[in-house]
Nanobody, 118 residues
Framework: QVQLVESGGGLVQPGGSLRLSCAAS????????MSWHRQAPGKQRELVAS???????NYADSVKGRFTISRDNAKNTMYLQMNSLKPEDTAVYYC????????????WGPGTQVTVSS
């Protein structure tokens, strides 16, 4: 099995920054793509950013220029640096990854709350 644990969420004022981490542990051959998703109250879960095993990245238009996704393959950890945070960024942020067990399987973390408010 694979466990994903997110950390780094919290309360921040508008314009502030947070850094989320997602650590994968367990027994697997390799980690493929990783991504961050978020879900605000009353809204559907949406993709925030993704990164391939080779480091290629993709961002939602709403976070381009403010958020940066990265990963440390040696530590099986993914990060999301969030700058210039806005109240509309408030949501539960979820880590997602595809892992080769050897068969590819998708896993989700339990989520971490990010609240942007003055």
């Amino acid at each position: 099995q694979v466990q994903l644990v997110e950390s780094g969420g919290g309360l921040v004022q508008p314009g502030g920054s947070l850094r989320l981490s997602c650590a994968a542990s367990g027994s697997f051959f390799s980690i493929n793509a990783m991504s961050w998703h978020r879900q605000a109250p009353g809204k559907q879960r949406e993709l925030v950013a993704s990164i391939t095993s080779g480091g290629s990245t993709n961002y939602a238009d709403s976070v381009k220029g403010r958020f940066t996704i990265s990963r440390d393959n040696a530590k099986n950890t993914m990060y999301l640096q969030m700058n210039s945070l806005k109240p509309e960024d408030t949501a539960v942020y979820y880590c997602n990854t595809w892992v080769r067990l050897p068969a590819f399987q998708e896993f989700w973390g339990p989520g971490t709350q990010v609240t942007v408010s003055s």
